[in-house]
Structures are given as C-alpha cells and as structure tokens.
C-alpha cells in the first residue's frame, strides 16, 4: 500500500485522530472571517460602497458592529457632502449618526439654500406634475411640457412641448421600461415612459419624446390610469377607468403605432365615471376602482381574458365623494367626504374608518408601514396614528398642521415629510411625518403687479427634490428645488430643532457654515 508517513494525513500533530480524513483535517484548519480583528476588518469594509455596508451590518452581530465603524462612515460622509471639519472638533455622536442625522435631515428640507431653477411659462392652470430623474414633466389643459434639468444648467434649449392629445390631460403615469414590452429592445433600461389620458378618449404611450402608441375604446373621456402596471411577466396590462363607467385592460406587447387589438378586456359594473383605481399590494392581479358614485369594486384581471367579461370579486361603497385612495397589502385607504375609511380586500369589509373631519377632505396620504395617515381640509391638515384610531369610539389627530390660507388640496407624505399646499396659498409648508413639527415654508410663486399672490397648482416631490406649478394672470411659473447639497440649516425653527443641528454647528469651522 506504500509508505505512510508520505501520506497527507500523516503531517497532523499526533493528538488528531489516525481516522480523519482530508476535508475533516481542512475544517477543523479553517479560518473564518469572523476570526479576523474588527480593524482588519474596518479596512476592508471602507473598499465598499454604501449598499454592501449596509448589507453587511444584516449578516450577523460581530459584521454589524464592523460595519458601524467610524473610519467607513467618516469615508461615506466626507465623500457624500464634502464639507470640511475643524481640526479640533470630532462629531461626539459618531459618524454613522452623523450621516443618518444629515441624510434625515436633507429628506426633510431642513435647509435655507436648495438649489433652485425657476422656469416661466404660459399663464394657463397646471394640471399635473411629475418628477423624473432630470426631467419635469407637468401639462396644462391638452400640452405635455417637459423640462429638461441637465439642459438647463448647460444653458441649451429645456423645453419641449408634446401635442399630440386634443383635449385636456386627465392622468399621468410613469412605468419603469423594464416594464413596458412594447420597448424591450431599447439598452437604457433605468428610464421610465410616460403613459397620459386624455378627454379625447384617448390614452397615449410616450418615449423619446413623442407618442409612441394611442390607445382608443372608451365611449367618452378617459378619466383615471391604474397606478401600476397589473399581473406579472410579460402579460402585464394597463388599466383604465372612463366616463362611460367602465374599467378597460390594455396590453402593452399590440403592435401597430394606433395599438390596434390593444384592448384585452372591457370590465362592466360601474352605473358612474370612474375616478380613481389602484393596484392592490397583495396581489397584483387585483384592480381596485372607485366611480362618481363612491362604490368600491375589485376585479381580479387575471380571470378577465375577453372582451365584455366580468370579473368583479368585491364591492362595498364609502361615505361622501371620493377624494383619494392608496393600496397597501391587502387593505386599501380611501378618503372620500369627511374620513378614511380602510377597507380589507380579502373580506370587503371595513376594518377601521379614521381621519374624521367636520369639513370634507381635499387631499390625503397614508405611510402604513409607520401606521401614520395626513389629510388636507380647510385651512389646515391633520396627522393621524392608525393604532390609535383602532380603539378610539372618535378618532383624534396627533397634530394639526395649520398656517395655510384656503384648502389643503396638494399633499405629499412619505417615512420623513408631509408637505402640504393649496391653490389659494402661496406658501408650501413642510412638517416631520412622525411629529407633525414644521421644519420649513417656502414659496411656491411669485408677487403680482398688484401686490396679491397666485396659489400652487401642482406638486410633485421625489425625495430631496421638490418642484411646484403655480400661474397667474400674466403667466406661469415652474419652481424646482433640489435640497441634496445644501448646507445652511433651519435655525428659526429652535422649537423643532433635533440634536443634529448642535452637531452640525459644533462640527464644521466658521468657513463652512452658510
């Protein structure tokens, strides 16, 4: 059988056991990363970008603690805003709270000087506003206006008008590409196409700044687009609701620049206009609408493969006209007259109505993952802890949120802001989401001729970034404002002020501040 001793297992130390065999001498030899010291570690880990820290603190309580060093988030920090510290001075809340502390407080608009374009236009209403990536995209009344932000600051042509549509814009949506089949050949797979309807009866497809498909089969104005796309894969559909009382499925895979043979299905049930319609979160087959007549109905689009098919799975209605409404899981919000009212999708049954006001509702939001629902009426908005309403006979707010002129009828809310406007105030107020404590006002227009000011029409905010459409008799105004970068703090509002700012002051030399 040969000499033992040049076999592999005869090097190991004469404690081990003559029976191991080779994988079970090179496990019990094995190093684990976790055997390494925590600096060897840091150092590595400061070769990372942000996701994969982040990624790195979830793997197990040792990482975590690596991945919370000071020397990665002082790279992270120095890196994201640049701004110098003096020599004497060392944030005493460590790094990592410094930069969570300075990312929170961007989201909130916490700052005096964002970087802000002004673009004038037209003296006609703005209907809508959307934020995408460095384009703005608003209409008004049949016009699609684009804003091109990368343009502007190269000082090169930043308008562009879309006039394909011949009567008044009634919805605009974005949908990822990767989403949109009909483009699937296209390399840039991070940019978004814009889907609008229109009182024309029509819904158009845009991308590369034209009209790429035009949908038509309501027998009247298209009112309401689903705000995602319904099912999964490639057989994904766009729904619509009209004013002829149907829900109507379309698929995005037609040929054909007018979609010929677009339409997969024509939903009836509705005896009103259909306002509004969402997505439902458990399930994306399932397509919750909401007509004039304020009733609630979900179909289920995965069973709807013919035209003039039904397949409505629910219905119950809600008090007043409906104003909004938000899926999540399988509860959907909606605000409709005075209250929100949240109804189960499983059951149909209304599991809780909060949010009660004397007056009607204008606007709403909800952040279900912090149980936390605002909504705009008269003069004022109102913050409200879902938990709470649970188990009180009459739900109470947890903050009003007041200084508004007319009726709250724009209303942005996510985990950090509310930002609350109106077409009868100039002024946007911005408020932390958790407290309801304002951290800024600014304006969203400007002074007219005689002294009066023109209230904000639209309203879109996608995280740091906020643009406003506000016109007057003379003309209109776009305002975008881009709070990444700035650095000077809200000092007025001591009352809300967090320990970040204490920080921030302590931390940066005099010739940082401002």
């Given amino acids: 059988m040969g000499d033992s001793s040049s076999s592999p297992l005869s090097s190991s130390s004469s404690s081990s056991s003559p029976y191991l065999n080779q994988n079970q001498t090179h496990s019990l030899m094995a190093t684990t990363i976790t055997d390494l010291n925590s600096d060897s570690l840091a150092h590595c880990a400061s070769y990372l970008n942000l996701q994969d820290v982040c990624n790195l603190a979830m793997t197990c309580n040792y990482l975590k603690r690596v991945a919370y060093s000071d020397s990665i988030w002082q790279r992270f920090f120095t890196e994201r805003w640049r701004q110098p510290l003096s020599s004497s001075s060392f944030p005493s809340s460590g790094w990592r709270e410094m930069y969570l502390a300075r990312r929170t407080a961007l989201q909130q608009f916490k700052f005096t000087d964002p970087f802000v374009s002004e673009f004038f236009m037209d003296a006609r209403p703005f209907n809508h506003l959307l934020l995408d990536k460095n384009d703005i995209f608003l209409t ?7 804003i091109n932000l990368d343009s502007y600051q190269h000082g090169t042509d930043i308008l562009l008008t879309l006039s394909d549509h011949k009567a008044r814009i009634t919805c605009m949506r974005l949908f990822s590409l990767n989403e949109i089949s009909l483009f699937r050949g296209d390399s840039r797979r991070d940019q978004n196409v814009l889907v ?12 590369k700044d034209s009209c790429q498909r035009c949908f038509k089969g309501h027998n009247g104005p298209v009112l309401s687009l689903s705000n995602k796309l319904l099912g999964e894969g490639s057989s994904k559909v766009l729904a619509s609701g009209g004013e002829d009382g ?21 939903l009836y049930g509705h005896e009103k206009p259909v306002n509004l319609m969402s997505v439902a979160g458990h399930k994306t087959s399932l397509l919750v609408t909401i007509s004039r007549d ?3 109905r979900v179909w289920d689009t995965a069973t709807s493969s013919a035209v003039r098919s039904s397949c409505c799975v629910g219905m ?63 003069g004022r908005a109102m ?44 002024l946007i107020h911005v408020w932390e989401a958790d407290t309801g404590a304002q951290t800024n006002s600014f304006t969203c227009c400007f002074t007219e001729r005689d002294g ?37 703090p809200v000092m007025k509002l001591e009352e809300h002020s967090s320990k970040f700012w204490g920080s921030l002051s302590d931390g940066y030399s005099d010739d940082s501040e401002g």
Wanted: aromatic fraction near 6%; charge should be positive.
């Fill in 246 to 266: 149907t829900v109507r499925l379309w698929s995005l895979t037609s040929s054909g620049k007018r979609g010929q043979q677009a339409l997969k299905a024509t």
């Fill in 452 to 488: 009066s000011k023109c209230g904000c029409d639209a309203m879109a905010v996608d995280g740091c970034r906020i643009a406003t459409a506000s016109h007057c008799e003379e003309l209109g105004m776009v305002c975008f404002r881009d709070f990444n970068d700035a650095t000077s």
């Fill in 383 to 426: 913050l409200w802890d879902v938990r709470r309403n649970q188990e009180a006979l009459k739900p109470k707010p947890i903050a009003e949120l007041d200084g508004h002129g007319g009726p709250v009828t724009l209303l942005h809310m996510d985990p950090y802001k509310i930002v609350t406007g109106g077409t009868d105030d100039s």
């Fill in 140 to 146: 008004q009344g049949s016009l699609i206006q684009k």
């Fill in 316 to 378: 119950t209605s809600v008090p007043g006209t409906p104003v909004n409404m938000k899926c999540y899981e399988s509860l959907v919000y909606v605000a409709s007259g005075s209250s929100v009212t949240a109804v189960d999708l499983r059951t149909m049954q209304k599991v809780m109505t909060s949010a009660v006001h004397q007056s009607k509702l204008y606007s709403f939001d909800v952040v279900p993952s912090k149980s936390l629902i605002c909504t705009g009426s008269d």
């Fill in 294 to 296: 304020s009733k609630v």
């Fill in 196 to 207: 609008t309807s229109s009182c024309d009866h029509s819904i158009r497809i845009w991308w």
